[in-house]
């Protein structure tokens, strides 16, 4: 597996090199850089095969692809009317639109750049040799917290660009969970949770390598970090997600459907003990880590409190730092929905709703024939389920593998592509 082209070329070299760009503490920045040098490229392309009729510059647009355009354009919009609502100075505006070329931006520009000539098997082994690397250095991250090194080895001097916080930019080797005293490991993300999302999204990759070897070292790679995060989103992702995807995948299928209506009658009869079940779960998630679930109530309520009475359109334009009660992290925060509701109102939440509905609408129907759907589909239930644990646009910079693929599933029609495994 080798890039043939330059939009492969960068892909490639920008995830297999993901430890060596940490180390540098270059993520963050990096991300940004190679989504708008794409578009670069991508509009050149574009402008050349309607000017000059290039057939070889040809870029498929798909409408979905569009639709996520339109909806991070309205978010942009969203952003800047609030910030006028507010009466925020001009600086603070150019501030927030940097903020957002390098956040919500990229969840419609990677997709975008999905379109060119990149192989899905690419972005496969890439994800694999990546959980390779994981393997390979676990076992110094685990060494650190076991010789009682620093937690924090040093903090890029890439800070100086500008971000959400140092976090960013600091080669972590471990961190002890305030709540229990245990070990969490984070490694290239700037908090544990996030580095389960982003294992998730590498696993259903590693579904579809080819190769035994890579396969496998994808596997394990990924639990491994599912399981050093301690995220329980992380590791119920892990278990569901493909499981929802095999059979939402195989809906299409008679005895799936027969099958799929006995189980419906079934649970009908079932349905007191299965919500009693659901219940007691739900509590037991919350408990694992109590105090995490009651920061995150409380900063859902205030965000949704004070969207409903101060701001419903447009939002607050920015985020704010809450009390005391949640420990004066930002309103909104470790929830895309509650966040995109403070800050940009019922505009910025259905410039969100809207492209990740169709997205999960037209994969439903793709995964029924083609590999590729089935994949797109994944990563699609995945990041619905982490709007409700994460904010989609702090972690853009490390999910755009996942964005990228949706928009090379895009490209082709529904019928165009061989049928789907039998087992996913």
Same mark, same amino acid.
């Given at each position: 597996m080798a890039p043939a082209n330059t939009e492969e070329r960068i892909v490639w070299y920008s995830i297999i090199g993901t430890y060596g760009f940490y180390a540098m503490g270059a993520l963050y920045v990096l991300a940004p850089v190679i989504a708008w040098l794409l578009l670069a490229l991508?509009?050149? %392309? @574009?402008? $050349?095969?309607?000017?000059?009729?290039?057939? /070889?510059?040809?870029?498929?647009?798909?409408?979905?692809? +569009?639709? *996520?355009?339109?909806?991070?354009?309205?978010?942009?919009?969203?952003? &800047? &009317?609030?910030?006028?609502?507010?009466?925020?100075? +001009?600086?603070?505006?150019?501030?927030?639109?940097?903020? *957002?070329? /390098?956040? *919500?931006?990229?969840?419609?520009?990677?997709?975008? @750049?999905?379109?060119?000539?990149?192989?899905?098997?690419?972005? #496969?082994?890439?994800?694999?040799?990546? !959980? +390779?690397?994981?393997?390979?250095?676990?076992?110094?991250?685990?060494?650190?917290?076991?010789?009682?090194?620093?937690?924090?080895?040093? &903090? !890029?001097?890439?800070?100086?660009?500008?971000?959400?916080?140092?976090?960013?930019?600091?080669?972590?080797? #471990?961190?002890?969970?305030?709540?229990?005293?245990?070990?969490?490991? $984070?490694?290239?993300?700037?908090w544990a949770p996030a580095l389960g999302f982003v294992a998730n999204i590498y696993f259903v990759f590693a579904l579809r390598e080819k190769n035994r070897f890579y396969r496998y070292a994808g596997y394990i790679g990924c639990i491994t970090m599912v399981l050093l995060s301690g995220s329980r989103l992380g590791l119920l992702s892990l278990i569901t997600v493909s499981l929802i995807t095999w059979w939402l995948s195989m809906m299409? %299928?008679?005895?799936?459907?027969?099958?799929?209506?006995?189980?419906?009658?079934?649970?009908?009869?079932?349905?007191?003990?299965?919500?009693?079940?659901?219940?007691?779960?739900?509590? $037991?998630?919350?408990?694992?880590?109590?105090?995490?679930? %009651?920061?995150r109530e409380a900063l859902g309520r205030i965000a949704v409190n004070r969207w409903r009475d101060e701001a419903p359109l447009w939002g607050h334009g920015q985020v704010e730092a809450g009390p005391h009660l949640v420990e004066y992290m930002m309103i909104g925060s470790h929830h895309t929905w509650y966040g995109l509701l403070y800050v940009k109102g019922a505009v910025g939440f259905f410039a969100m709703a809207v492209p990740l509905a169709c997205g999960v609408l037209y994969f439903l129907v793709k995964a029924m024939h083609t590999r590729e759907g089935q994949v797109a589909l994944s990563i699609l239930l995945l990041l619905f389920l982490y709007t409700f644990g994460e904010n989609l646009e702090v972690l853009a910079y490390l999910i755009w593998p996942g964005l990228l693929f949706i928009g090379i599933a895009s490209k082709n029609t529904l019928l165009t592509q061989s049928e789907p495994d039998e087992v996913y």
């Open positions: 991508a509009v050149f %392309r @574009i402008l $050349r095969f309607v000017v000059m009729g290039d057939a /070889k510059s040809h870029v498929p647009l798909p409408p979905l692809v +569009l639709i *996520w355009l339109a909806g991070m354009l309205v978010m942009y919009v969203a952003l &800047v &009317v609030g910030h006028f609502n507010y009466d925020f100075s +001009l600086g603070t505006v150019i501030k927030s639109s940097i903020g *957002w070329a /390098k956040g *919500w931006a990229l969840l419609a520009i990677f997709p975008l @750049i999905g379109c060119l000539n990149i192989r899905p098997e690419l972005i #496969y082994r890439a994800a694999c040799i990546v !959980s +390779l690397h994981t393997l390979l250095l676990v076992p110094l991250f685990v060494g650190a917290w076991l010789a009682g090194l620093p937690q924090i080895l040093y &903090v !890029s001097p890439l800070q100086m660009v500008g971000g959400p916080g140092p976090e960013f930019f600091a080669m972590s080797l #471990y961190e002890i969970d305030p709540s229990n005293g245990s070990p969490r490991w $984070r490694l290239f993300t700037p299409g %299928r008679p005895l799936v459907l027969w099958i799929s209506g006995v189980a419906a009658s079934f649970t009908g009869l079932a349905m007191a003990p299965i919500l009693g079940f659901a219940e007691e779960f739900s509590t $037991r998630f919350r408990e694992a880590r109590a105090d995490s679930s %009651r920061v």
